[in-house]
């Protein structure tokens, strides 16, 4: 049977130092140990 797998993030901007994601729940998106920025567009 197929799994569907739900999309978390979503690229919206891409700059030469950095790129900007929404995500729709960041606790699921982060790894074990990561710490990232959040805020606001």
Not at 15 to 26: G, Q, T
């Amino acid at each position: 049977m197929e799994e569907l797998i739900k999309m978390n993030a979503e690229v919206i901007s891409v700059f030469p130092n950095k790129i900007r994601i929404v995500v729709d729940n960041l606790e699921e998106f982060k790894l074990e140990d990561e710490a990232l920025k959040s805020g606001r567009i």
